[in-house]
């Protein structure tokens, strides 16, 4: 009975030793890349024979996550104070009149010449590191080649919007504009 007993301790000692190897071989390697978005950049700088740390994923930033003044940083102070009047409303009838509608459309699956004003305060919150929406949206309509949005043409989009349109105008565009976000 008790040599019975000390085998069956033995056999039970065996069955832990070999779970502790599986589990220890199937341990995931903390320095291999993980499958993400950048897998392909890793893997292909690897090859290259770079040193490749944790590359920093571009998080989403959403218009509404932030402040007043972060909207609006960077404005001009004449075209930040027309800002507390502007009337999106009105931005409609600018924006009708002067063929932006020709070549945006608030429709995401719409085609047109120019990018897709669907979300575009939230494109705009996240387009140019360290540039404000407002600022953004400002340059992007006084001066398109600031800036050209990936897959579209520059030199298309008129490049004399900043004196055919007044303050106030580029303002109601702006406040208009930053209004479309999720
Ligand atoms: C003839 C076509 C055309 C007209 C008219 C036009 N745009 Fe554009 N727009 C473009 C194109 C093409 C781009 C993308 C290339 C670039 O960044 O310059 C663009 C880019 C933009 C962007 C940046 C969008 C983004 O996703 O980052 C804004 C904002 C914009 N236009 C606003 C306007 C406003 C406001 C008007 C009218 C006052 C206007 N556009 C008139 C063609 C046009």
């Given amino acids: 009975m008790k040599a019975l007993l000390s085998h069956r301790k033995s056999l039970v000692a065996l069955f832990i030793v070999?779970?502790?190897i599986l589990l220890v071989s199937c341990a995931p390697n903390?320095?291999?890349?993980?499958?993400?978005?950048?897998?392909g950049t890793v893997l292909a700088a690897r090859e290259?024979?770079?040193?490749?740390?944790?590359?920093?994923?571009?998080?989403?930033v959403l218009l509404t996550a932030l402040s007043a003044e972060q909207i609006y940083a960077g404005l001009p102070a004449d075209l930040r104070a027309a800002i507390d009047t502007a009337d999106p409303a009105r931005a409609q009838q600018i924006a009708l009149a002067n063929g932006c509608l020709g070549c945006h459309s608030l429709d995401?699956?719409?085609?047109m010449t120019?990018?897709?004003?669907?979300?575009?305060?939230?494109?705009?919150?996240m387009r140019v590191p360290n540039e404000s929406p407002a600022e953004y949206l400002?340059?992007?309509i006084v001066a398109p080649g600031a800036y050209v949005v990936p897959n579209f043409p520059n030199g298309v989009m008129p490049q004399d919007f900043g004196s055919r349109l007044s303050t106030q105008?580029?303002?109601?565009?702006?406040?208009?504009?930053?209004?479309?976000?999720?």
Avoid: C, K, R
């Fill in 30 to 39: 903390a320095s291999e890349p993980i499958i993400s978005s950048q897998l």
């Fill in 108 to 111: 995401p699956n719409q085609t």
């Fill in 48 to 60: 290259a024979g770079q040193e490749v740390s944790a590359m920093p994923t571009a998080t989403p």
């Fill in 138 to 140: 400002h340059q992007s």
């Fill in 18 to 20: 070999v779970l502790a």
């Fill in 114 to 125: 120019g990018p897709t004003w669907y979300h575009l305060g939230d494109t705009a919150a």
């Fill in 169 to 182: 105008e580029l303002a109601d565009l702006i406040a208009f504009l930053l209004e479309q976000h999720q």
